[in-house]
């Protein structure tokens, strides 16, 4: 009876598998939907635009790219998780994902369960910067800035529980630096209220400040990655400056509903790494402040684990609360 038992079971396995590869053999024959979370304008949107356009190129199909906007990236993930497991609905996610879950412990959805890693695409380093005024282009000088002037730093984030206010506050606690935090709505503002001097520092992503860091106007203090930013190849890393481990960045990931077929996920990988390759693509996704990294699913898979632990324990120990 068990042998019995198994033999159904390996037989309903076998045409699962020959159902999911008959399935991807002719994928795309329709267009294909790319939801992205976030608003137009984004590092998220802007490779997606990119991507999509590389893939109808090559498909020969329609791969239309919607924004799904709304509770920081969680209703268009969570229509992608409601998707039919078939190819035809790809999301376009970022870190602020697992920043989320670090800051509230839970999310609408299971980020580890109900959607499938497809491939890592690419990154952006966060900066901190500094006004002129402040007499601080290091993490040294910094800490001898917050030393001589107690409780007088503040620093503008792209908002509460954003990956550039958990940035901040790891340099705070690594570095024993004190300063109090202003969370804007959007990096963009936290920029101008920087160059203005209406804020001494500000932690926002590191394309930018990349004219203002080139001209002077802006003074970069660190580079959260572990590897120098490729436009701001004159400013250290926080890893340079002794303070260790630090390999933050917000990373964009390409995802599917749960049990993808892994044929479609193969083709799709495929493609895709294909179109990163392009050295047109790598020059605009370069412009727009994402560097190009293939990763894998497995990769993927395991950096929303470890982030999702690095983020959660951070969130602890900085007192990082929801809004």
């Known amino acids: 009876m068990r042998f019995k038992l198994f033999s159904i079971a390996a037989g309903a396995l076998a045409m699962l598998l020959a159902a999911g590869a008959a399935q991807a053999d002719g994928y795309p024959s329709r267009s294909v939907r790319i939801v992205v979370p976030y608003a137009t304008g984004g590092g998220s949107d802007i490779l997606a635009r990119q991507i999509g356009a590389g893939l109808q190129h090559l498909w020969g199909q329609s791969v239309l790219v919607e924004n799904r906007a709304g509770a920081s990236g969680n209703i268009g993930s969570a229509e992608v998780v409601r998707a039919p497991a078939d190819g035809y609905t790809l999301l376009l996610q970022n870190s602020t994902m697992v920043t989320n879950l670090g800051l509230t412990g839970k999310l609408p959805y299971d980020a580890e369960k109900d959607l499938t890693p497809i491939m890592l695409l690419g990154v952006t380093p966060i900066a901190l910067v500094a006004h002129p005024s402040l007499n601080a282009g290091s993490v040294r000088e910094l800490?001898?800035?917050?030393?001589?002037?107690?409780?007088?730093?503040?620093?503008?984030?792209?908002?509460?529980?954003?990956?550039?206010?958990?940035?901040?506050?790891?340099?705070?606690?690594?570095?024993g630096v004190a300063a109090t935090h202003a969370g804007y709505k959007g990096c963009a503002p936290a920029v101008t209220d920087v160059l203005g001097g209406q804020i001494p520092l500000a932690v926002v992503s590191a394309n930018l400040v990349v004219p203002y860091a080139r001209t002077g106007r802006l003074r970069v203090i660190g580079i959260?990655?572990?590897?120098?930013?490729?436009?701001?190849?004159?400013?250290?890393?926080?890893?340079?400056?002794?303070?260790?481990?630090?390999?933050?960045?917000?990373?964009?990931?390409?995802m599917g509903p749960r049990n993808l077929p892994p044929a479609v996920v193969a083709k799709v990988v495929a493609d895709v790494s294909a179109i990163l390759a392009q050295p047109a693509v790598v020059a605009n996704l370069s412009s727009a402040g994402v560097e190009p990294y293939k990763g894998t699913g497995e990769e993927l898979a395991r950096l929303i684990k470890a982030d999702t632990r690095r983020y959660t324990e951070l969130a602890r120990s900085a007192n990082i609360k929801a809004e």
């Open 143 to 175: 800490v001898a800035v917050g030393k001589a002037k107690p409780d007088a730093l503040s620093y503008g984030s792209c908002g509460i529980g954003t990956p550039q206010h958990f940035v901040m506050e790891l340099v705070k606690q690594q570095a």
């Open 224 to 254: 959260s990655t572990a590897h120098r930013y490729g436009l701001l190849p004159d400013a250290a890393t926080f890893e340079e400056q002794g303070l260790k481990p630090f390999d933050f960045s917000i990373w964009y990931a390409l």
